[in-house]
Every structure is written in structure tokens, then in C-alpha cells.
């Protein structure tokens, strides 16, 4: 009998730690947070109790930064039975007067860096049952101003020649793209490189080569971020004058209301000669005939 009244008083216990962690304490947070890197980044955690709850305390708050959602992680803040351990730098309670009886647990990061974007999970463990809740930090950076240049520096027409346009400081990684004064875009015909930097911002380099006799008078280079939204563009002036439709140097143009014929010159002296020969033959068909 003894032993049957140690069965039920267990049972009971677990009983009761269940209700406690899964029925009276709930946390709360939002699923993805955006933070601007070099600015202060909040992710929310609230602890939600049932009405049966009366005056909870916390005893226990771990943050967490994770590689991946089932991940354990590395401790960035924690709170211990009326103790704050050490918390990693730049991380901190969003309320600065923040104690056991706050039910807002949220974190700040002082200073976001890209090393912070991923996943954080929040534990609390209070008088009245416990509960975790994963959330994640999208880190941005916005690109720098373009800068665009030309190889050779004066771009000389009927040859060869580079464009380069460059940016830099930006996350997550971007693209470059190029575009003629018609908007038809050349981005197909470049080639672009994206290197990390140490603080894990991107430098972005493109280069677009513009082939003699095809080059347009204006490109623009406009940076896009990793969501496809435009953060800048430059236009660049070749001063190369477009195609003219009254002077060519390998030929003579003609032109009638109604179409545009170029003609090399040695095609030309050739027509004079061979019509020339054809009139002056009709002319002496024509007086053989009326001899």
C-alpha cells in the first residue's frame, strides 16, 4: 500500500510541472526582426500568463545566439535566480530598469554588426512554468554612393573600352546593373565581383565592356540590395556623339523622304562607270537606228 501511495504522489507532481510549463506561462516574440547595421537593433520577448497566474516573478532569462533553429547556442545575456551574468558586449535588457516582476524580457543590441544577423532563441523560467520562443535578426546595410569610371579615362570612338562602377558598405550581398540611355539594360554583357570585408560588408565592382562602333553617349550603373529595391544609380556620358544619319567616313549618305541609303565610295564609282558605259551605249544603238 505504501508503495501505491509513492506511485500516486509522483504522478501527481508531473502532473502538475506540465500544467505549470505548458498551460500558465507563455513567450512571445516576433517570428523576423530588421536591424540597420551601426544602430541599435530590439528583439521582442514577452512573457504571457493565464489568469490563474497572480503576481509571477522570474527566476531564470536566457538569450541565446543560435546557428540554426534546433540549435543550443552561445549565451549572450542571462538573468539567474536575482543575479545578471556577464553579459557579451553590446548586449543588453531593452528596459534599462528592467527586474524579476518585468514581464518584457526583450533584447537590445547596441550596436548592430553583421555577425549579429541570425537566429536568437528566448528562455524564461518563472514561479509559475517555463517556455522558450526562436526568433530571427536580418542585419542591412545600405550601399554607398556609385562611383563610375572609364578604361581608358577619355574613351576614344572606333575603340575599345571599359566601364567600372563600383560600391561599397552594404549587406546583405547586392547587384550591379547596367542600363543605355533607352533604359534597354546590358547587365548580361558585364562581369561583377563581391568581396567581404572583415566587418562582413560587401564591395561591389562591375565592369562593362563597350565594343568599338557599339558604344551608346550616356550608361547607368544602379546598385540594387539583396530584396531587388534600387538604394542608387550614376550615369555615365561617354561623349561619344550617336550614329549620324548625314556624314559617314566610309561613304556618302542619301538621303530621300522616304529612306537613308549609305553607300561605300568604291561602290559608288563603280555604279558611275557602269552607267556611264550603259548610256553611251544606248546612244549609239539609238543613231545606229535611225541611220
Not at 118 to 124: A, H, K, L, N
Not at 141 to 166: F, G, H, M, Q, W
Not at 220 to 249: M, Q, R, W, Y
Request: glycine letters at 8%; charged letters at 20%; proline letters at 4%.
Amino acid at each position: 500500500m505504501a508503495s501505491s501511495g509513492i506511485i500516486v504522489f509522483i504522478f501527481t507532481v508531473l502532473c502538475i510541472c506540465a500544467v505549470k510549463s505548458g498551460g500558465f506561462v507563455k513567450v512571445e516574440s516576433k517570428a523576423e526582426n530588421v536591424g540597420h547595421y551601426g544602430q541599435q537593433s530590439l528583439l521582442e520577448c514577452v512573457v504571457k500568463t493565464t489568469e490563474d497566474v497572480i503576481d509571477p516573478t522570474i527566476h531564470v532569462v536566457a538569450w541565446k545566439k543560435l546557428t540554426s533553429p534546433e540549435d543550443e547556442g552561445d549565451l549572450v545575456l542571462g538573468f539567474n535566480r536575482g543575479k545578471l551574468d556577464q553579459p557579451k558586449r553590446g548586449y543588453k535588457f531593452a528596459d534599462p530598469l528592467w527586474d524579476e516582476k518585468n514581464m518584457n524580457v526583450s533584447l537590445l543590441i547596441t550596436n548592430t554588426a553583421v555577425a549579429d544577423d541570425g537566429y536568437y532563441s528566448c528562455m524564461v523560467i518563472t514561479d509559475s512554468g517555463d517556455d522558450k520562443a526562436v526568433t530571427t535578426l536580418k542585419v542591412q546595410a545600405r550601399y554607398s554612393i556609385l562611383t563610375v569610371y572609364s578604361i581608358p579615362e577619355k574613351i576614344v570612338p572606333n575603340k575599345d573600352s571599359t566601364l567600372i562602377c563600383e560600391s561599397h558598405g552594404g549587406y546583405p550581398r547586392g547587384t550591379l546593373r547596367w542600363f543605355d540611355e533607352e533604359n534597354h539594360e546590358w547587365t548580361g554583357s558585364s562581369e561583377m565581383e563581391a568581396t567581404q570585408s572583415d566587418d562582413g560588408l560587401f564591395q561591389l565592382t562591375s565592369r562593362l565592356s563597350l565594343l568599338r562602333g557599339s558604344t551608346f553617349p550616356k550608361y547607368t550603373c544602379a546598385v540594387f540590395n539583396a530584396s531587388g529595391g534600387k538604394e542608387d544609380e550614376f550615369t555615365f556620358e561617354t561623349n561619344i556623339p550617336p550614329p549620324s544619319l548625314h556624314g559617314s567616313e566610309e561613304g556618302i549618305v542619301y538621303d530621300t523622304p522616304h529612306m537613308i541609303v549609305v553607300m561605300p565610295a568604291g561602290t559608288i564609282l563603280l555604279l558611275t562607270i557602269l552607267f556611264s558605259n550603259f548610256s553611251q551605249s544606248g546612244i549609239r544603238e539609238n543613231l545606229n537606228l535611225e541611220g
